[in-house]
C-alpha cells in the first residue's frame, strides 16, 4: 500500500478501510490528464522561480517517460496507490529521484482532482458533441430525400393528421439541435482552470494561475478558490445534458420499435442491428433500439446520485466528492456509445414508404382537411365536424378510406360536396397545404432545410 500521507500514522491503515477509501480502480482513467496537468504546472513553477530550469527538465522528462510508458502498456497502473496522483508522483520518484519530490509544491490533490476531471469532462463534453453533430448530418440526410414520403402523424399513438417523414424526423433534428447548443454552452460555462486553488485556501507561493490556465486551454483560472475545490455544477450540467440526450435517443428507439414492428413494417432495421430469437425462427428483434431504450435509466441514474451526493456538502472539499467519479464514467460512457450506435442504425435503416403512405392513407387522417373543405364552402366548422363523422363511420363499416367513397354517398350526407373533395383530401394536398412555418407542408419544410443546412455548415466551420 502506498499513501502519500503515511508521516501523520502509526499502524498501516486497516486493508479494508483502505480498499474503501481508495479510487485508483476508477480515477486511473484520467491518467493523461493528470500527467497534462503536472506538466503545466511545473511549467508554471519553473517560469515563477520557484523551481530552477533543470529541475523543470527533469520531471516534465519523467511525466513524459509516465505518459509514453502507460500507453505503451509498459507500465501498469496497479491498485497498490490510492489514487492516480499517487501513482504518477511516486513512480516519478522512482524514475528521477529528488526533482520529483517538488512536483507537488503549490499543489493539492483538492485541486489536482478538480482539475483532472474538468480537463476529462471537458474533452468528453467535445466528443459527445460532435458524435450529436454526426446524428444530426444523419437525420438531416433522410429528411432532405423524404419531403414527400407521406406518413401518418399520430397524437395519442392514434392516426391523426398526415405528415411527411422530412417532417417527423424533422421533430428529431431540433430536439438533438437542442442538445448541442446545451453542450456548447456547458463546454463555455465550465471552462475555467481551478489548479492553484490549494486544498481550498490558494497558496503562498507566486503562482501565476493565469498561466496555466492558458497552457491548459481554459479562459481564465476560477476566481474563488473555496469554490475551485469543490464546484461540480459542470458535471451536474453535463449528467443533465446527456440524460436529455438519452430521453431523445429512447423516444426515437421507441418509435423505431415500433415502426419495425410486424404491425407497422414502417422500417426495417437492418440486419447489423438486430438480432435474431434462440427459439423463434421468424423473429428479428431490434435489440440496439431496445438497449439505447432501456440504458437510459443509468444515465439518469448517475445525474439523480451526483446531485444527491453535493446536496449535504459544506464547503470546501470532502471526501464525498470522490463519489463525482465512477457512476459519470459510466453515464458518459453509456451516452456516447448510444449515440454511435443510434446513429448507425438510422443510417442503415430502410423506410418503406408505400407502407408509410398506405397507413396514411387507411387512417383518416385526411377527416380534419374534409371537414375544412366545407368551411371554405360556407358550412360552419361545428356541423362540418359532425358531416364528416357520419362519412368517416360509413367508411369503416365499409372497410374502405375517405377517397374511395363515390361522391354520391359524400352528396347523400351534404349535397355541398363536389367532385374536387378528392383532390382536396389527397394527401399531397393535406401536407402541401400546411405552409406556416414549422408546419409539413413542402414549402415551409424546404425553408426550413435550408436554415438546418446552414446551422449545420456554420458548425463545420467554426470546428476549423
Ligand atoms: N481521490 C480523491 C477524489 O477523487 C482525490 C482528492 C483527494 N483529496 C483529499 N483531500 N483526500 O476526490
Known amino acids: 500500500m502506498a499513501q502519500l500521507w503515511g508521516g501523520r500514522f502509526t499502524k498501516e491503515t486497516d486493508k479494508l478501510v483502505y480498499a474503501f477509501n481508495a479510487s485508483i480502480s476508477f480515477d486511473k482513467r484520467f491518467y493523461r490528464q493528470d500527467i497534462t496537468g503536472s506538466i503545466a504546472h511545473v511549467t508554471m513553477l519553473e517560469k515563477q522561480g520557484i523551481l530552477t530550469g533543470e529541475e523543470k527538465q527533469a520531471i516534465i522528462g519523467g511525466l513524459e517517460g509516465i505518459l509514453r510508458d502507460v500507453e505503451e502498456g509498459t507500465l501498469a497502473i496497479t491498485e497498490e496507490y490510492e489514487d492516480i496522483h499517487s501513482f504518477v508522483e511516486a513512480v516519478l520518484i522512482e524514475r528521477i529521484g529528488e526533482p520529483g519530490k517538488k512536483l507537488h509544491t503549490g499543489r493539492s490533490r483538492n485541486d489536482q482532482v478538480a482539475l483532472d476531471m474538468k480537463l476529462y469532462t471537458r474533452e468528453e463534453v467535445k466528443e459527445t458533441d460532435n458524435l450529436v453533430g454526426e446524428l444530426l448530418e444523419a437525420i438531416l440526410k433522410i429528411m432532405d430525400e ?24 424533422g421533430a428529431y433534428f431540433e430536439m438533438f439541435w437542442r442538445d448541442h447548443i446545451r453542450l456548447l454552452g456547458l463546454y463555455d460555462r465550465m471552462n475555467t482552470c481551478p489548479l492553484g486553488s ?23 483560472p476560477t476566481l474563488n478558490s473555496m469554490d475551485g475545490v469543490s464546484d461540480r455544477d459542470y458535471l451536474v450540467e453535463f449528467l443533465s445534458d446527456l440524460s436529455l440526450v438519452m430521453m431523445h435517443l429512447s423516444r426515437f428507439s421507441e418509435e423505431i420499435i415500433l415502426w419495425n414492428s410486424n404491425e407497422y413494417q414502417f422500417v426495417e432495421i437492418d440486419d ?80 418503406h414508404k408505400d407502407r408509410m403512405e398506405a397507413s396514411a392513407r387507411h387512417g383518416f387522417t385526411n377527416a380534419t382537411d374534409a371537414a375544412d ?40 350526407i351534404c349535397p355541398v360536396f363536389e367532385e374536387d373533395i378528392y383532390e382536396a383530401i389527397s394527401l399531397k394536398t393535406c401536407v402541401d397545404k400546411r405552409v406556416t412555418i414549422g408546419a409539413p407542408g413542402r414549402e415551409a419544410m424546404e425553408q426550413v432545410l435550408k436554415t438546418y443546412h446552414k446551422a449545420m455548415d456554420n458548425w463545420k466551420k467554426d470546428e476549423k
Open 272 to 351: 447489423a442491428y438486430s438480432t435474431g430469437s434462440s427459439i423463434m425462427p421468424q423473429k428479428k428483434n431490434p435489440d440496439i433500439a431496445e438497449l439505447v431504450r432501456g440504458k437510459t435509466g443509468r444515465v439518469y441514474g448517475a445525474l439523480q446520485a451526483l446531485l444527491t451526493t453535493m446536496k449535504g456538502i459544506p464547503l470546501a472539499y470532502n471526501k464525498d466528492m470522490q463519489e463525482d467519479k465512477e457512476w459519470a464514467f459510466d453515464a458518459m460512457d453509456t451516452a456516447r456509445g448510444c449515440v454511435r450506435l443510434f446513429t448507425g442504425m438510422l443510417e442503415t435503416m430502410e423506410f
Open 146 to 169: 423524404n419531403l414527400d414520403t407521406y406518413m401518418p402523424g399520430f397524437t395519442h399513438l392514434q392516426k391523426a393528421q398526415p405528415v411527411t417523414l422530412a417532417h417527423h424526423m
Open 198 to 220: 490549494g486544498a481550498l485556501a490558494g497558496t503562498t507561493y507566486p503562482l501565476d494561475r493565469e498561466y496555466t490556465a492558458r497552457l491548459l486551454g481554459f479562459d481564465g
Open 373 to 412: 373543405y366545407l368551411v371554405n364552402r360556407g358550412v360552419a366548422f361545428r356541423d362540418a365536424h359532425g358531416i364528416v363523422g357520419q362519412l368517416v363511420l360509413t367508411c369503416i363499416e365499409r372497410g374502405i378510406a375517405l377517397d374511395e367513397l363515390p361522391l354520391e354517398e359524400y352528396q347523400k
